[in-house]
């Protein structure tokens, strides 16, 4: 029912930038937030942030925090992950998830929580 779909990956050096969005079609009455996860080749995924759409209360992993800041847009129903101070650590596929109404107040960085995904977008960071 829900169409997910990101942008905004690429190449980027290490220290760098970028912003990755999250486009979601489809009623906001289907789902309480939306969390962005994370995966690379030979790794667990990762659930790195995500955002209450009715609190907007977030929550990060401690591998992001302080240099990544989850954010929405109500009227273009999309929401945006900045990233700053990239490391290479931080190379993976990131996706874009909308949830169970998991909570009522607060998300959760669980993927099994989340019900519709996105296709994702390939973040690299070079050193």
């Known amino acids: 029912q829900l169409q997910i779909v990101e942008s905004g990956g690429g190449l980027v050096q290490s220290g760098g930038s970028l912003r990755l969005s999250c486009a979601v079609s489809?009623?906001?009455?289907?789902?309480?937030?939306i969390g962005w996860f994370r995966h690379s080749p030979g790794k667990e995924q990762e659930g790195v942030t995500c955002i209450h759409m009715n609190t907007s209360s977030t929550d990060y992993a401690d591998s992001v925090k302080g240099r990544f800041t989850i954010s929405r847009d109500a009227s273009k129903n999309t929401v945006y992950l900045q990233m700053d101070s990239l490391k290479p650590e931080d190379t993976a596929v990131y996706y874009c998830?909308?949830?169970?109404?998991?909570?009522?107040?607060?998300?959760?960085?669980?993927?099994?929580?989340?019900?519709?995904w996105g296709q994702g977008t390939r973040v690299t960071v070079s050193s």
């Open positions: 489809g009623s906001t009455s289907d789902y309480g937030a």
């Open positions: 998830a909308a949830d169970h109404h998991y909570g009522f107040y607060d998300c959760s960085l669980m993927a099994v929580h989340y019900k519709s």
